[in-house]
């Protein structure tokens, strides 16, 4: 029986590891040359998205507005943001926080016209936000993973409409009240707590484990119903407001391009702020009077049961739907049925 020598065999191992490094730096190379391409192509739009915070809770909407702020030095089809959160006594504390955090954050920023808010600008080419997941952005030529991980570490932000009956989102003053409600909740939280700290100096352990675990579920649960509340509030805070965005994919790879729509699907179906998008793909580069790229758009519109309507022969108009989706399969290859 013929027998390979270990020193063919070894040399067989590296051709397979060139192989695989060489079809990585590949991809990583078509990612950046992606990311170049989008960056130059989409400078000529200035979008702006008016994103409403009032009667939020600071954290969540600090939490939201990083994830626009990720989207708008990331992705580059945003310029501008204007972040409203009030201009009365009752929204001081939340505007008092959104500054601070501007302030600390590196964006250009300002108080906006009307005093309820700022406006963030981002200008393409320079380094304006800085957050965990920024050295994993779209084109960084070191992460061939680079989008996938970009979307687990925005979902890490925020678990978004979880659980929640979009049908049903009630009204504004419905999140007020509820508002008040978590508040009193919290309190008795924070009493439990403060008992759990007398049982254990007294040495009843058993005792302490018992509330502590008590007190655990509680916040858990208040978190959550924070979450949801947060959630419902963006819900009716946008229903009139009509942000658009657009983006040209021109001379992008297809594979990229396609994750590119998927990811902007993705984040503003959950985010709730954008309510149309706009896709250039051309109408006829690729073959006679066909675009491949416009193609598969519009097979993947149709598999997540959005109907693709063209604006003009190049570019989709992509109206993105109000009632509840699951748009999973939009985080990886598998088909949205």
């Not at 079809?23 to 990612?31: A, D, G, I, T, V």
């Not at 000529?44 to 809770?57: A, G, N, P, S, Y």
């Not at 959005?306 to 570019?315: C, V, W």
Request: hydrophobic share 35%.
């Amino acid at each position: 029986m013929f027998h390979l020598s270990f020193g063919f065999q070894l040399s067989l191992l590296q051709e397979r590891v060139e192989l695989v490094n060489l079809k990585n730096q590949l991809k990583n190379r078509e990612k950046l040359d992606s990311f170049i391409m989008l960056e130059s192509r989409n400078k000529c739009f200035d979008t702006t998205l008016k994103i409403d915070l009032r009667d939020q809770e600071p954290q969540e909407a600090i939490s939201f507005l990083k994830i626009h702020i990720w989207i708008g030095y990331n992705l580059r089809t945003v310029r501008h943001i204007n972040a409203i959160t009030g201009n009365t006594n009752q929204d001081l504390r939340l505007k008092l926080k959104i500054s601070n955090f501007l302030f600390h954050t590196n964006v250009r920023s300002e108080e906006n016209s009307n005093r309820d808010g700022f406006d963030i600008a981002f200008y393409p080419g320079e380094k304006d936000a800085i957050f965990p997941f920024e050295e994993i952005r779209p084109g960084n030529d070191s992460d061939v993973q680079s989008w996938e991980r970009v979307l687990q570490s925005l979902l890490s932000c925020n678990k978004f409409h979880e659980n929640i009956n979009l049908q049903d989102v009630g009204t504004i003053a419905d999140c007020r009240d509820f508002k008040d409600q978590t508040s009193e909740m919290e309190t008795q939280v924070i009493y439990v707590e403060k008992l759990v700290e007398e049982f254990i100096s007294t040495g009843q352990l058993k005792l302490a484990n018992e509330w502590k675990q008590h007190a655990k579920a509680s916040r858990k649960k208040i978190d959550n119903d924070k979450k949801k509340n947060s959630f419902k509030l963006i819900e009716l805070r946008h229903k009139e407001i009509r942000n658009q965005i657009i983006f040209d994919l021109h001379g992008l790879h297809t594979d990229e391009a396609l994750w590119f729509v998927k990811l902007h699907l993705f984040l503003f179906y959950n985010l709730r702020t954008v309510k149309v998008i706009y896709v250039i793909t051309g109408h006829g580069e690729s073959r006679a009077n066909v675009s491949v790229l416009k193609e598969k758009v519009g097979k993947l519109l149709k598999k997540i049961g959005i109907q693709p309507l063209l604006s003009n022969k190049g570019q989709y108009e992509i109206q993105l739907p109000e009632e509840q989706k699951d748009f999973n399969c939009l985080l990886d290859n598998s088909d949205c049925n």
